[in-house]
């Protein structure tokens, strides 16, 4: 695919992976979703769309899953 050709990594996920890693339970409500988000991020504004807040703890839950394969000694570590 292009995206490989263009050296992008691409991942997968489950609804049940990003509630489990936004909320801490996989079978979490839309709602409770929607809250984490808010309080993660802590925007400016309340995420209107829910289809923005679907792309938003997509992204986090992909976050949460990378660090676990991240080691603090790689300079590629997520540091808080």
Request: charged share 20%; glycine share 4%; with cysteine.
């Amino acid at each position: 695919s292009r995206t490989t050709e263009a050296g992008v990594a691409m991942g997968e996920y489950s609804p049940l992976e990003v509630k489990r890693s936004v909320v801490g339970y996989g079978r979490a409500e839309k709602h409770q979703v929607q809250m984490m988000i808010q309080n993660v991020l802590c925007p400016a504004e309340p995420v209107a769309s829910e289809d923005a807040c679907d792309a938003l703890a997509v992204n986090l839950a992909a976050l949460a899953i990378l660090r676990i394969f991240f080691t603090a000694a790689s300079p590629w570590a997520i540091s808080r």
